[in-house]
């Protein structure tokens, strides 16, 4: 536990990265149970729908950080609740933010927060039998779809939402499930230009 509690102090105090990069690691914390499938499938669809920014997504889970590691560019992401679809539905309430990114004094931190509860329980009923087989890739695509949206904020250090894509303030169940869905142009172009500063 020590160990982990220093890596985390260590990557909390260190000075902010700069997010004008072509590399940025995510670092992953998990609170409770997550699935391998989920996690596989969320890294897939983060990965392509930031692919045509030009960024490259490298992904790390905490406790494989050591302090002697360095990065180019780092973002910290904690997942909260369960990361896997449970055939009985947890007790909660789906309403409320999906994924949330710090801000202090009007500056967008790398740090950020995703409820894989609430996102769970939201695309449950918007699940079809086809997709239910295949719950935890499923959900793993709902998870990526809010870890772009908040990796959008904190790359490209801005509060900006757009009115189509993932970048949107608020995405439904269907959109968080559906077959597709890519980040706006305009927000592509955004990243583009903090990675070629």
Not at 56 to 83: K, N
Not at 156 to 174: C, F, I, M, Y
């Amino acid at each position: 536990m020590r160990p982990v509690c220093a890596i985390w102090l260590a990557i909390l105090c260190a000075p902010a990265p700069v997010m004008a990069v072509s590399a940025v690691t995510l670092i992953l914390r998990f609170d409770g149970a997550y699935s391998t499938e989920s996690l596989a499938e969320m890294e897939r669809e983060v990965t392509s729908i930031v692919k045509e920014s030009g960024i490259r997504v490298e992904w790390r889970m905490l406790g494989d950080v050591h302090p002697s590691d360095s990065f180019e560019s780092l973002v910290v992401v904690r997942f909260h609740g369960a990361c896997n679809m449970e055939p009985a539905p947890p007790l909660g309430d789906e309403r409320g933010y999906y994924g949330i990114t710090y801000i202090s004094d009007g500056s967008v931190l790398p740090f950020s927060e995703v409820e894989c509860d609430k996102i769970s329980n939201s695309i449950r009923p918007a699940m079809s039998n086809r997709q239910w087989r295949d719950r935890d890739s499923i959900l793993g695509r709902a998870l990526g779809r809010v870890l772009a949206h908040e990796l959008f904020h904190m790359l490209a250090k801005t509060q900006h939402h757009a009115n189509e894509g993932v970048t949107k303030s608020a995405l439904s169940p269907t959109q968080l499930i559906a077959e597709r869905l890519i980040m706006a142009p305009a927000d592509l172009e955004t990243l583009k230009k903090k990675d070629a500063r």
